[in-house]
Each structure stands twice: as structure tokens, then as C-alpha cells.
């Protein structure tokens, strides 16, 4: 009888392989994926208290950086946690690459992907890039910011942070001031820190708080008094490269910064300031509040570490089931 | 400019259907007999005279369409769309007519331009007057600023005016640049989250506003392209209260389909004006019941395929729509209950003919054939293979076969 059986299952059609899972939004994350990645990425901190810092887990497996826009933190910390990781690892800038020749991403997808990588991480000044290249190739994607959009691995270094600093997300105030409008940190942020269950305020300028955004489950204010009762003051970067000619969304920056400018008279020494980087010291946060101790600011830089290797691990160990000690068994 | 098919020659009799002409107050289980390309007899039971005969059973029977709004592409961009490909696909939707649109490269705004084209043309003003009396004598339809609308009000006033000489309406694209500048899709809580820029639907019904203001001044009628935000119809209707004589059109993707569709960032769902939340859906369909809205219009705009495949942000503003436009329509209004069957044929047929001033093709003995045979009951897939036309972006929503 059982050797039926086992014709009988020879028979059936082979499973369809389970969808590919790829980074693209913090709207594709459920709370638990959140609470896995983060618990991933603590595993990984204490591996670098090590004095060999480089771990097996990925050997042999290949990670791509694609990067359409400069980027100092993001791009340097995915190299180092695919490194960490033992992966092989290729950076493409496009400068100097076939993009200046004016090939299209879904060219350039499908070049990449022809060398079979197993993670894109892919940065780009447009939304929806990283959804043609998951279109284009078999990698698994992970969306390193797409313009104005997402950049979900921020979000997640962002949490990773004040979870380390404060014991927890579910029920903290957390403010985030400035040109929200374009701060693709801004949107991803909000998203994650609402599905932790924290509470979330956005202030800024009218102009750029844009229109409908409490759909995501936070509050608008334009004063900058809004900042008093929060946890966390988390300010964005104000993006001048974005500010198009003439748009006239604040007056002047000289303007913005004495409206809107996170000071040491506004914020008190037992709130935590964020910031995503890079600053404009003097514009949107004055330089005694980011280099105070309540500034949070290397921390993250540290936390985009090994969050990012969390990203890239459980991406490519097929997500939650025993993640934990397998990863706690290797740093062991 | 105006493609109007000529009714096939053929001797035919279409038997059994139930043919619907609101126009004529027809509804009935009747036969049809052609003679030459002409209706000649409209019977329960005509004489086949050995004519071919269609078996209609089960199926509709109607006036052919009218699209007041299809950009051909041509002349400039054949790769996208030409006459042929394009006629190919309004014929395969049903539609009989078709009025192009005047943004091609060059602009169709001479008689030159228009000569080399076939028989008649629309022209496209910018930020000056085009020469409309000798392009409606050279056949122009109507007169439109699609695809640039016309910031200045002082221009606008000068063509309404001018309007009156050349006998033919104005159709106005609205769209207060200033606002609506890279804007990327409807400005609500889906582009705030998505990060796009929005195009604010206030971008659209000020300029309606505004139209609608200097056509009443003038004592001219004008008619507004596809309409998208709630405050553009209530304007209008508005508008058609004090008298003023507006027509608008309304495209199938509008009154089918809300920004929420844009949270896949699929390039095809791009299009200007953009698709609006669900208040402005359903103001679009009441506007269409109750007449407000005379004319469904596909807005047919194809692109080449490598153009829509890229990211949402860099593609091209515009869908195809000619040979999915009735499908979809009675897919999501029609079955649902929320229009009635002979409400959308005229919108889709006599409604643009009258807001153009042409004949409107009927179902009557001695008028031409222009007819078109719906299948209420097939279901089909939308598949870009099967188009006729060059676009491939075709919306997915349709699933009815016409």
C-alpha cells in the first residue's frame, strides 16, 4: 500500500514555488515579519562584539547593489552586511555604467539578472523602479528608496533604534518634523512606527505636509510646539535638491529654519533626536542638538548594519521558521 | 478630424435580436433587413429576399458608437498608432465614428497638415488663435486644446468668440497648469502615501469653472473632455441650469476605476486627467444617468509598449480603450444595475453625435447601417495580443465582449 501512495503522489503536479519575497514596501510587512527582522538583527549585533566579525551564513550566494542615486549610508552598510554575511557582492553605480548610454532599467534588470544574483537591492530617484525589476528578473528585490516612495530597510533601522534605546515602539509618541512631502524616510517611517503601535505626528510647513496623509494612521500639525509632548523628535532631512525653482513651498530656508528649526531651546534633554541623514547642520536641526547625548544619530547609523543583514537573511533563509536559533547557533 | 466609416454595401438580415435604438424609442424582439448598406425593413418577421442572415438570438442590436475623443498619433508617431491600426480598433469596439485628436507632431492646426490627412481635422490651440474659419471649412469638426490647455482666459474668450464665426463648438481640455504641474496621479491619501505629486482634482474643475464662466459670458456652447472630479460635474450641471449650452464626455476608465488602482504602480493605470477617488466615480456615473454627461469618450491614447515598461514616474500619460470601451462599461455599470442598458447607448452613440452636431446613427428604415451586435452573455480576457491597436496599454477591467 504504501508504494502506491508513493506513485500516487509522484503523479501530482509539482507545487508551484511559494511567491519570491522581495523588500519593496513596509505595506507588504506584517507586524510579525517586523518583530522577526528586528529580533534577526539583535541576534546579529552581538556576532559583532565578536573578534571575527564575518559569519558563514550566506557563502556562495550573490548580492547586487544597484544604485541610480548617491548614497553614502546605504549603499556602504548593504555592502558590509552582504560581506558579513560571506556573500559575494557587486556594486553598479550608474555613472559610468550603460545606464549613461541610455539603457533602460528593464535592460539593465535583465543583464543583472542574467548572472543569476540572488538579491538586487536596487536605489532609485523613481517610483515603481523596484517593481520592474522584480518584473524582469528572478532575485529576490529589496528596495534601497525609490524616489519619493519607500525605503523600508530605514524604517526598520529606525525602529531597531528606538526599540534599543527606549525597551519598546507600542506606545511611544514619536514626532517627525520637516519636508515630509518629499521624504520617501518620512512615509516609511510613519508606516512602520503606526503598525508597531506607537503613535506618530508629522510637522511641517503646510506645503509640505501633503494633503490626505493621515490615511496612514498619524497626526498633522503645522506648530512646531508639537514636538513638546513626543517621545522621539525625529527630523528629515530638508531636501534642497528637491525644492524645484519657484515652487515656493516656505519662503526661504532662512525662514523654515527659525519656524520650524529643531533648536536646543525646543527640544528637552530627555527626548531622543533622530535623524536619517545627511544633515544640514543649522537648517533643519542645530548642530548642539545633533551632536548632544540625547542624539540617537550614530546609533542608527550602527543599527542600518545589521538590520540590513537581517534583510538579506531572511530573504534568503526562507523566512521565520526557527530563524532565531539557527542565527544564535552560528554566532555561538 | 473625423473618420466616419461608410455603412458596408452589404444585403443582410439580422434576425432575432433585440434591438434597442433610445433615440427612436425602439426596444423590441424585431428583424432587421439591409439592402446595400441602407435599413429598409424593421419587422417581426421581414423577407430574407436571399439575403445572408445573421442569427441574432440572444443578442443586442444597436446604433453603432460615436468616440468624440481618439488620438491617432498620426501624423508623427505611426509607431504608436495610425489610421489603419487605429480605425481597426473602433471598428472591433463597434464604433462607427471616431473624432481625432489634433496633439500629433506636427500639430493639426493648417490646411495644410490637414490636406495631408484625409478629409477633416480639429486644430489645437496653445497660445494662439488658429485659423478655425478656414479649417471648418476645410472640414474640421470642432476645435480643441487637448493635451495643451489654454492658461491665458483672454485667449479663451477671444476663441470662444470667434467660435460663433467658424460654427463649430470648442472642446476644452481642463487643466490649470500651475497645479497641476508633475503631478503624477490624483492628489488625496494614495498619492500622500505613495509619495507621488498630486494633480489636484481643483487643477481641472477651476478651469471648468472658468470655461464654463466665459461660455455663459459669451453666449457660446462649448464642450468639456473627459471629466474627472466631482466639483467639475456639479459645475457643469450647474451651468446647464442657468442655460449655458455645455456638453461633456466622460471616459470608461474614469467612471470604472479610482486612484486606489494606482497602489500597483502598473504604468497603464497613468493617465491625464487621473483616475479620482470614489466621490468623483460616482458623481461621473450620476452625471451620466441623469444626462449631465452626454458622451462617453475613450480618450484612445496608445503608446508604444517599451514606453509604458518602465517606472510609473517616467512613463507617458494615456491608456487604450476603443476595442474595451462598451465591454467594460456594461461590465461594471450595466450588470451592476447602476445604469441602464439604453442609457449607456446613447452616451455611447447618439449623445457625442449630438454634442458634435452630427447625425446620429439610428435604427430606422432608410438610414444607413451603422450598426453594432453586443454579446450581453460572452466573457472574454483582455489580451494585448488580440488588440488591433499599437498601444498595448489596455486597462484590465473589461470582461464583456461586445
Known amino acids: 500500500m504504501g508504494e502506491i501512495k508513493l506513485m500516487r503522489e509522484e503523479l501530482l503536479p509539482p507545487a508551484p514555488p ?6 519593496i514596501s513596509i505595506g507588504d510587512l506584517t507586524r510579525h515579519d517586523v518583530e522577526r527582522l528586528l529580533s534577526t538583527a539583535r541576534a546579529f549585533e552581538r556576532s559583532l562584539d565578536r573578534e571575527m566579525k564575518k559569519l558563514p551564513t550566506l557563502r556562495g550566494r550573490t548580492v547586487v547593489n544597484l544604485f541610480y542615486e548617491s548614497s553614502t549610508r546605504t549603499s556602504s552598510s548593504f555592502e558590509l552586511a552582504a560581506k558579513r554575511l560571506s556573500a559575494d557582492t557587486m556594486s553598479i553605480k550608474a555613472a559610468g555604467s550603460a545606464v ?7 535592460d539593465t534588470a535583465l543583464t543583472i539578472g542574467a548572472y543569476d ?3 538586487i537591492v536596487i536605489r532609485h530617484p523613481q517610483i515603481g523602479a523596484p517593481h520592474v525589476v522584480a518584473a524582469n528578473t528572478s532575485a529576490h528585490v529589496v528596495n534601497a528608496g525609490d524616489g519619493k516612495h519607500q525605503h523600508p530597510t530605514q524604517a526598520l533601522l529606525d525602529l531597531y533604534t528606538i526599540e534599543g534605546e527606549l525597551d519598546r515602539i507600542e506606545g511611544l509618541h514619536v514626532a517627525i518634523v520637516g519636508d515630509v512631502l518629499h521624504s520617501r524616510v518620512a512615509r516609511s517611517t510613519t508606516q512602520a512606527l503606526v503598525l508597531m503601535g506607537a ?12 494633503r490626505g496623509i493621515e490615511a496612514l494612521g498619524c497626526e498633522t500639525s503645522t ?3 508639537a514636538i513638546a509632548a513626543a517621545d522621539v523628535v525625529y527630523v528629515l532631512r530638508m531636501q534642497r535638491e528637491r525644492m524645484e525653482e519657484g515652487a515656493n513651498y516656505v519662503p526661504s530656508l532662512r525662514e523654515y529654519s527659525a519656524r520650524w528649526g529643531v533648536t536646543p531651546e525646543r527640544v528637552r534633554p530627555d527626548q531622543k533626536v533622530m535623524h536619517p541623514g545627511p544633515m544640514n547642520r543649522g537648517v533643519e536641526i542645530d548642530g548642539r542638538v545633533a551632536d548632544a547625548a540625547h542624539s540617537l544619530i550614530e546609533t542608527q547609523v550602527r543599527a542600518g548594519l545589521v538590520t540590513r543583514m537581517a534583510v538579506l537573511y531572511d530573504l534568503l533563509t526562507n523566512g521565520p521558521v526557527g530563524v532565531q536559533t539557527a542565527v544564535v547557533e552560528e554566532v555561538a | 478630424m473625423l473618420f466616419a466609416r461608410e455603412a458596408p454595401k452589404d444585403d443582410l438580415v439580422i434576425r432575432g435580436a433585440r434591438v434597442v435604438d433610445p433615440g427612436q424609442g425602439l426596444d423590441a424582439m424585431v428583424d432587421v433587413r439591409v439592402d446595400g448598406g441602407t435599413i429598409a425593413q424593421i419587422a417581426s418577421d421581414v423577407d430574407v429576399n436571399g439575403h445572408r442572415v445573421v442569427d441574432a438570438l440572444g443578442l443586442v442590436l444597436a446604433p453603432a458608437f460615436v468616440d468624440p475623443h481618439v488620438h491617432l498619433r498620426t501624423p508623427g508617431r505611426e509607431d504608436e498608432e495610425d489610421i489603419a491600426s487605429g ?12 473624432l481625432a485628436m489634433p496633439n500629433t507632431d506636427p500639430v493639426v492646426d493648417s490646411t495644410a497638415v490637414l490636406g495631408a490627412l484625409v478629409e477633416a481635422a480639429r486644430a489645437q490651440a496653445g497660445s494662439e488663435l488658429t485659423e478655425m474659419a478656414e479649417l471648418a471649412d476645410a472640414g474640421a469638426a470642432a476645435f480643441s486644446d487637448d493635451g495643451v490647455p489654454v492658461a491665458s482666459a483672454g485667449l479663451m474668450r477671444r476663441a470662444l468668440q470667434y467660435s460663433g464665426v467658424t460654427g463649430r463648438r470648442l472642446a476644452l481640455h481642463c487643466e490649470e497648469p500651475s497645479l497641476s504641474r508633475g503631478g503624477q496621479m490624483h492628489e488625496g491619501p494614495v498619492s500622500a502615501e505613495l509619495g507621488f505629486a498630486g494633480y489636484p482634482s481643483v487643477a481641472e474643475s477651476l478651469m471648468v469653472e472658468r470655461d464654463l464662466s466665459l461660455a455663459a459670458y459669451e453666449g457660446r456652447p462649448l464642450h468639456l473632455l473627459h471629466l474627472s472630479a466631482h466639483e467639475s460635474v456639479e459645475a457643469l450641471a450647474a451651468a446647464q441650469a442657468r442655460g449655458v449650452e455645455a456638453t461633456a464626455e466622460v471616459t470608461p476608465h474614469h467612471l470604472c476605476l479610482t486612484d486606489e488602482a494606482v497602489r500597483s504602480l502598473d504604468p497603464n493605470l497613468k493617465m491625464n486627467p487621473p483616475l479620482r477617488a470614489e466621490a468623483d466615480r460616482a458623481a461621473l456615473v450620476d452625471g451620466l444617468r441623469n444626462g449631465n454627461i452626454c458622451a462617453i469618450a475613450s480618450d484612445h491614447a496608445p503608446h508604444a509598449r517599451h514606453e509604458k515598461e518602465v517606472p510609473f514616474e517616467a512613463a507617458p500619460f494615456g491608456v487604450t480603450g476603443l476595442e474595451t470601451a462598451f465591454s467594460a462599461l456594461y461590465t461594471h455599470l450595466v450588470e451592476p444595475g447602476l445604469l441602464p442598458l439604453e442609457t449607456l447607448l446613447d452616451r455611447m452613440s447618439a449623445g457625442p453625435a449630438r454634442a458634435y452636431g452630427l447625425g446620429p446613427p439610428r435604427i430606422a428604415v432608410g438610414a444607413p447601417a451603422n450598426l453594432v451586435l453586443v454579446d450581453p452573455n460572452a466573457s472574454w480576457r483582455v489580451k494585448e495580443e488580440s488588440f488591433r491597436t499599437r498601444g498595448s496599454s489596455a486597462r484590465r477591467s473589461a470582461r464583456r465582449s461586445a
Not at chain 1, 549613461?100 to 528593464?106: H, I, V
Request: charged residues 25%; hydrophobic residues 40%.
Open chain 1, 117 to 119: 544574483p540572488d538579491v
Open chain 2, 87 to 98: 480605425t481597426r480598433a473602433a471598428a472591433a469596439g463597434g464604433f462607427c465614428a471616431i
Open chain 1, 100 to 106: 549613461d548610454k541610455g539603457e533602460s532599467l528593464k
Open chain 1, 199 to 210: 503613535r506618530v505626528t508629522l510637522v511641517g510647513p503646510p506645503a509640505l505636509l501633503p
Open chain 1, 18 to 23: 511559494p511567491p519570491r519575497r522581495h523588500l
Open chain 1, 223 to 225: 506648530d512646531i510646539g
